[in-house]
């Protein structure tokens, strides 16, 4: 890693503001990222653990990450409904 923890917490979490979120990073480099609802309570939005922070070695690497926290939070952020097509008779 070319950053120290500090640092790359730092970019992960205020790269998800206005929204609260908290990275952890344990001595093994293994991370966890949380994105909470809103910055009132602890209800979370997204929970990501396991992820290799020792392969985050560039700016790339942490753009990539964060992109696809983003995409992740987007997705269960949207509702599924069902819609029917419908039928030409």
Request: proline share 4%.
């Amino acid at each position: 890693m070319f950053l120290s923890a500090l640092e790359l917490r730092n970019i992960i979490e205020s790269s998800f503001l206005p929204k609260r979120c908290q990275c952890t990073l344990s001595p093994d480099l293994s991370m966890t990222v949380k994105v909470y609802c809103d910055t009132k309570t602890d209800q979370v939005d997204l929970l990501v653990s396991g992820i290799d922070a020792s392969h985050l070695n560039g700016c790339s690497e942490i753009n990539e990450l964060i992109a696809r926290l983003r995409s992740d939070l987007e997705r269960q952020a949207t509702p599924h409904h069902y819609s029917p097509r419908s039928r030409a008779v």
